[in-house]
């Protein structure tokens, strides 16, 4: 078996990092631990309104009540897939726009003005046509989300593309590299870690989307939870489901960081 001969001040650097690394995640918990702590206790001696902010123990009832009756993880699906459609078809689209506007400046110059009015225009507005061009249901809620990310990932990309080292073009460009070498060689390598971020950024508007979505047009999906809560004053069910909304996006956006990660340790960082 292999041996790592590392020096004692090395070793010793690791074993801060460890210990970094712990201390952070330790006190991740113990923030969210206190915070739920302090909220049954305030609810209990009546510093916190139960009736409008609910209370952890009757959140954690309403969960068991959704799960025994089916509700949760079929209401919770549907945001999910919608989510994971707009997501996915967003930094599709996103990506290849930016590309095709990094590789022509011409249509860049000519594309930009538009781009940028489209990312200022609430997308609320669009909400009416929408539901008369694709319906009631899922492909009105994904189209709202796909409107809400593409126009970031595409800019935030595209930006990226843009911001590469000139000195490292000039040089592929004197060693007589075509543009797609160019791309595939400089551009896109150093445009990694602001896709990982665009990414990211991309996960909380993509369930922005979708509850903005259901909100408009929805059958179910937990934004039709966070609807039908409101308007029956039922604040249980409304920071149930803002909770499930929480951990759900916290998953998604864990998976994205796990990609980083790996992306990292690939490339030697």
């Known amino acids: 078996m292999k041996k790592n001969n590392y020096s004692k001040e090395h070793k010793r650097y690791l074993a801060i990092n460890r210990f970094k690394s712990w201390t952070i995640i330790l006190f991740q918990v113990l923030i969210l631990v206190v915070l739920f702590v302090g909220w049954e206790v305030g609810t209990r ?3 916190i309104d139960v009736f409008f902010f609910s209370s952890p123990s009757r959140i954690w009832s309403t969960i068991k009540q959704l799960h025994s009756n089916g509700e949760l993880f079929f209401h919770a699906w549907v945001t999910l897939k919608e989510t994971l459609y707009a997501f996915s078809i967003a930094t599709i689209i996103g990506i290849i726009l930016a ?18 009015t489209l990312n200022s225009l609430p997308k609320i ?33 595209m930006n990226a593309f843009l911001n590469t080292d000139k000195n490292l073009i000039a040089l592929l460009k004197s060693l007589g590299a075509n543009k797609f070498q160019i791309f595939m060689k400089v551009v ?15 996960v909380g508007l993509s369930w922005i989307g979708s509850i903005m979505g259901e909100y408009l047009a929805c059958k179910a999906g937990i934004g ?38 790996f992306i990292r340790k690939n490339r030697g960082q």
Do not use: H
């Open 224 to 261: 039709y939870l966070l609807i039908y809560g409101g308007q029956v004053f039922n604040l249980d069910l409304v920071m149930t489901s803002v909770i499930v909304l929480c951990v759900m996006a916290a998953g998604m956006y864990f998976l994205v960081a796990l990609l980083e990660k």
């Open 125 to 157: 507005a669009l909400g009416p046509i929408i539901i008369i061009w694709m319906g009631v249901g899922s492909k009105a809620i994904i189209t709202m989300a796909v409107l809400i990310v593409v126009i970031v990932t595409t800019l935030n990309i």
């Open 188 to 202: 896109l390598p150093a445009s990694v870690p602001d896709i990982i971020s665009t990414l990211k950024v991309n």
């Open 45 to 47: 001696t009546g510093a």
């Open 99 to 116: 590309i095709m506007l990094w590789w022509s400046e011409y249509l860049r110059k000519i594309l930009e003005p538009y781009i940028v």
